[in-house]
């Protein structure tokens, strides 16, 4: 008797596992909106849900050849674009569940099966993010943390760095620089290039010299009115904030400054920077406490 029984019991499982199912529509929608293309495992339509899966990660690869997030206007557009795919995804698996009336239970529509997808696509993500974000679209953002780039950048704002930038143009001067700080590269220090390699460096009186000719900055700030002076046998470091040089820029580094000029550590104190230090050119601000100052290109 209890063997037949558990027979039984096993055949009647068989049997409702090969009976036909409805399929909720609003547990489709909710797989896919967790990861693209799982409603669709769900649907059993599990080609198309791996179509969906690889289409959402080859659109982020397609839309950085475009160079639309190197603008403020042009990241926000991949962003729409991305959001209204993903949408589109859901709403396909949430409409196609109430499409279909029954359907046979495939070996893959299981819970655990979902639980698994899910979990796998959540690591992926996990480990790939700064793949896709750095190396695939070429960007990095990151908060800027001190005073020393005001009125340019204000304390706390949010900027996008452009990390391929240089890898087909030139720097220029003026360009505001990501960099790993020479004194300490766990840290990444940014502030605008002033001398370029080659170039005669001199500052006189807060005013800056390159090869004996003055630079005009609109950028510059000072926020303290008394000017240091170099005196003769002098070593104190910031006794060369306003006065500095000349010197010459070594090759292979620049000169940088801060706008802030009377609040910056740059490289009137450290020196040179090496160009191999440099991680890419600051884009835009992409959040700011000023609404007014979010989209702002960095020039």
């Not at 191999?276 to 989209?295: E, P, Q, V």
Request: hydrophobic share 40%.
């Amino acid at each position: 008797m209890i063997n037949a029984n558990t027979k039984s019991h096993r055949e009647l499982k068989k049997e409702n596992e090969l009976t036909p199912k409805k399929r909720k529509p609003i547990i489709a929608a909710l797989l896919s909106s967790v990861t693209p293309g799982l409603g669709q495992v769900y649907n059993g339509q599990m080609i198309k849900g791996i179509i969906f899966f690889c289409a959402t990660n080859l659109l982020i690869v397609l839309l950085s050849f475009t160079g639309l997030q190197f603008s403020f206007y042009g990241l926000a557009a991949i962003i729409m674009l991305a959001l209204f795919f993903w949408l589109f995804i859901v709403l396909e698996a949430l409409f196609a569940a109430m499409k279909i009336k029954e359907t046979r239970i495939k070996l893959y529509n299981r819970w655990y099966v979902y639980l698994l997808l899910a979990l796998l696509t959540f690591g992926m993500d996990f480990v790939s993010t700064d793949f896709f974000i750095e190396d695939i679209l070429g960007i990095k953002g990151g908060k800027f943390q001190t005073s020393s780039m005001q009125p340019t950048l204000q304390k706390g704002e949010y900027i996008m760095t452009s990390l391929k930038h240089y890898k087909t143009r030139k720097m220029q001067r003026g360009d505001l620089v990501l960099f790993k700080f020479p004194e300490d590269p766990s840290k990444d220090f940014l502030y605008r290039v002033i001398g370029l390699e080659g170039e005669k460096i001199e500052i006189k009186e807060r005013r800056v010299f390159i090869n004996n000719r003055p630079l005009q900055e609109d950028y510059k700030i000072f926020t303290e009115s008394r000017r240091n002076s170099k005196t003769k046998g002098s070593t104190s470091p910031d006794l060369f904030r306003d006065e500095y040089g000349p010197v010459m820029v070594p090759w292979g580094t620049c000169f940088v400054l801060g706008d802030n000029r009377d609040n910056s550590y740059d490289s009137r104190y450290w020196g040179f920077l090496p160009l191999k230090n440099i991680k890419g050119k600051a884009l835009y601000i992409y959040l700011s406490g000023d609404i007014t100052r979010i989209g702002r290109k960095l020039i």
